[in-house]
């Protein structure tokens, strides 16, 4: 049973930092693209970074330029989002998402297994 299960979340005073970290199981961890999603509410999911096999990051979203870092251990099978400088626009359930093969895909619809999602909240 695959599985993938995120930590945390929280609520940051805005330009504060969060650590998110994503662990998987029941699956080949290394042969899967990974990514970072977010919903926030009354608006629709958005991919916020994707991460190769590889570990090198092939999408980061315009709004997280600069202030979200994405790294992967495939050793550990866990893939980590750094959030730096939040803002309260950041504010969102925030979801890890694997899909099987080499394709660094920005789309929901490509991405064959989720997390339950880790709530961010940032206060201004």
């Known amino acids: 049973q695959v599985q993938l299960v995120e930590s945390g979340g929280g609520l940051v005073q805005s330009g504060g930092s969060l650590r998110l970290s994503c662990t998987a199981s029941?699956?080949?961890?290394?042969?899967?693209?990974m990514a970072w999603f977010r919903q926030a509410p009354g608006k629709d999911r958005e991919s916020v970074v994707v991460?190769?096999?590889?570990?090198?990051?092939?999408y980061i979203a315009d709004s997280v330029k600069g202030r979200f870092t994405v790294s992967r251990d495939n050793a550990k099978n866990t893939v980590t989002l750094q959030m730096n400088s939040l803002k309260p626009e950041d504010t969102a359930d925030y979801f890890c998402?694997?899909?099987?093969?080499?394709?660094?895909?920005?789309?929901?619809?490509?991405?064959?297994?989720w997390g339950q999602g880790t709530q961010v909240t940032v206060s201004s």
């Open positions: 998402a694997g899909r099987q093969g080499m394709r660094a895909s920005p789309f929901e619809k490509d991405y064959d297994y």
């Open positions: 029941g699956l080949p961890f290394s042969l899967y693209v």
């Open positions: 991460i190769r096999r590889s570990g090198d990051s092939t």
